[in-house]
């Protein structure tokens, strides 16, 4: 993950190209690219994290990502 600190979903993609431009260069045997932006996004842990909606996952169907966070159904009785 990489903070671009901007709003501008374009210059945060920039910034993210000329970033996968330098790994991928530098680093033969690693090959990176860009997944998915998100603003907001709510870091708790390593590997645990929740991204709110971006233009990306709201295309693709989805709502937000949540990755190593375990939620609780409420809707069930005691």
């Known amino acids: 993950m990489v903070e671009t600190n901007t709003k501008n979903i374009e210059e ?3 910034i993210g190209e000329e970033l996968t ?3 991928n260069e530098d680093i033969k045997i690693l090959q990176i690219k860009i997944g998915v932006s998100s603003r907001p996004l709510l870091l708790l842990a ?3 994290y929740a991204a709110g909606p ?7 169907g ?4 949540t990755k190593g966070i375990e939620t ?6 005691d």
Not at 72 to 77: G, K
């Open 72 to 77: 609780v159904r409420r809707d069930w009785c």
């Open 12 to 14: 945060a993609y920039k």
């Open 21 to 23: 431009k330098i790994v």
């Open 62 to 65: 989805k709502t937000h990502i």
């Open 54 to 60: 971006s233009s990306q996952l709201v295309t693709s």
């Open 46 to 48: 390593k590997k645990r």
